[in-house]
């Protein structure tokens, strides 16, 4: 025996799919406000130009917002149907929490390439070597850069006499 009617089912699903709204739409919000205010620290020092990093910023907030709002919205439909509030909370938690899987993923693929950008540019602005020679290599008889061999002192890298 069902205790709700059908216009009771469906009035627990639209409920569900706004509260699903609100959640993800400020969540994407205050999410993209806070990695656009703390990230231009690091995209100023990337990108070593202020006008530049600003620029990337406002692309990447505009990215951000298309792929998770567009993704709220693809992922908001179910087939299934709600009959209790405790089935529209439990749906609700679900897509709630894959929204924040989204912006998590998003969020570190972000900082992933971005870091691996940076790297790079300091690695092609390095004048010298990241590690101080510590010796060199002896050179081995019979190449083309060896000279004549020197008589053996008794060292570890002496030559044998010539015969």
Do not use: C
């Not at 509260?19 to 205050?30: E, F, K, N, P, R």
């Not at 990337?46 to 993704?71: I, M, P, T, W």
């Not at 924040?100 to 010298?128: D, E, I, K, S, W």
Request: net charge positive; charged share 15%; no cysteine.
């Amino acid at each position: 025996m069902n205790a709700f009617k059908k216009g009771d089912e469906m009035d627990v699903k639209v409920w569900m799919y706004l509260a699903y709204l609100v959640v993800s739409i400020g969540l994407t919000v205050w999410v993209a406000r806070a990695l656009s205010r703390n990230g231009l620290v690091f995209l100023e020092d990337v990108f070593a130009d202020q006008r530049l990093a600003n620029a990337v910023n406002s692309l990447l907030v505009v990215g951000f917002y298309l792929l998770n709002l567009g993704y709220v919205t693809v992922a908001m439909k179910d087939t299934d149907p709600v009959h209790t509030t405790s089935q529209a909370l439990e749906e609700l938690s679900m897509k709630v929490g894959l929204v924040l899987l989204v912006l998590g993923a998003l969020h570190f693929f972000n900082v992933f390439a971005l870091g691996r950008y940076r790297r790079g540019r300091l690695r092609q602005l390095a004048t010298h070597p990241p590690i101080s020679p510590v010796g060199h290599l002896p050179i081995q008889p019979g190449s083309r850069l060896a000279g004549p061999p020197e008589p053996a002192t008794g060292g570890p890298t002496a030559f044998p006499p010539a015969q």
